[in-house]
C-alpha cells in the first residue's frame, strides 16, 4: 500500500482542491485563498502560486520576517459518482514565506509553505507524516491520469468492472438495483465500491506487482478482469 506520506504527496501534487487557512483572514473569500498552482521542493516545503494581489501574497509579504501560522487543506473527491464521494483529506501545517528571486508569470507570486507536519484522513485511514517521510515520498505516478482512467473504467468496462464481484470471498446474493464503482487507483491496485440496498462497502483488489505507466496499468487490469471471468 502507498504509505502516508506517498498519499499526502500524491494530494498535494494531483488535482484535489485545496485551500490555505492563514489565522486572522477569516472574512476572507475562500476562493481568494486557492493556489493555482502547488508543487513540492526538494526539502519538502510546498509552493503556492497565487495572484499578485492575494491576501496569501500580501500577508507573507508584510510579515517579513515574522512567521506566519498556516494550513494547507487539500479535499480529495471520487471523480466518478458515489456515495460518501469524499475520498479523503490531508493538511499540511507550517510556516508562510515569500520567495525572493522567484520569478511568476505576470500578475502572479510565489510563496512557501515551510514544512511543519501534515496529517492524511483518508480511505487507507488516519495517520500522521513528519518532514523528512514527506520530503523523501514521490507522488503516484498513475495520480495524474486517475480521474479520466477511473470515468472509463465506469464508463465503458461498467461490466468487467461489475464482474469484479465473483472475487469476493464468501457467499453473495446480488440483485439487478446493486451497483460496482471504480472508486480510486494506485500503483498498487484498484479500490471499488459496491453500493447496495443494505448498504455500501469497499473491495480492493491489489495489482500483482506495483505499475509506474499505462502500458503497465492496462495489462494489469487484463489480468484483474482475466481472473474475474474464470473465477
Avoid at 101 to 116: Q, S
Amino acid at each position: 500500500m502507498p504509505s502516508a506520506a506517498e498519499r499526502t504527496r500524491t494530494l498535494v501534487q494531483g488535482t484535489c482542491s485545496a485551500v490555505l487557512l492563514i489565522p486572522g483572514l477569516d472574512s476572507v473569500r475562500p476562493e481568494q485563498l486557492l493556489p493555482k498552482v502547488r508543487s513540492v521542493g526538494p526539502d519538502g516545503d510546498v509552493f503556492l502560486l497565487f495572484p499578485a494581489d492575494s491576501p496569501a501574497v500580501r500577508t507573507a509579504t508584510h510579515a517579513q520576517d515574522d512567521e506566519v501560522p498556516a494550513v494547507l487543506e487539500l479535499t480529495d473527491v471520487a471523480p466518478v459518482a458515489v456515495p460518501h464521494r469524499i475520498r479523503g483529506r490531508a493538511w499540511i501545517s507550517g510556516w508562510l514565506t515569500t520567495v525572493p528571486g522567484a520569478t511568476a508569470d505576470p500578475g502572479r507570486a510565489l510563496v512557501r509553505l515551510e514544512f511543519g507536519e501534515a496529517h492524511v484522513d483518508d480511505l487507507w485511514g488516519t495517520e500522521r507524516v513528519d518532514a523528512a517521510a514527506f520530503a523523501a515520498a514521490e507522488a503516484d505516478p498513475l495520480a495524474g491520469h486517475e480521474a479520466e482512467l477511473l470515468q472509463h473504467l465506469h464508463s465503458g468496462h461498467g461490466d468487467q468492472v461489475s464482474s469484479l464481484r465473483s472475487l469476493l470471498s464468501g457467499p453473495q446474493s446480488w440483485t439487478p438495483a446493486d451497483r460496482v464503482i471504480p472508486l480510486a487507483l494506485d500503483r498498487f491496485g484498484l479500490r471499488v465500491r459496491f453500493v447496495r440496498a443494505a448498504g455500501s462497502f469497499d473491495a480492493r483488489f491489489d495489482f500483482p506487482e506495483p505499475v509506474n505507466d499505462i502500458p503497465g496499468l492496462r495489462r494489469a487490469m487484463h489480468r484483474l478482469f482475466e481472473a474475474a471471468a474464470h473465477d
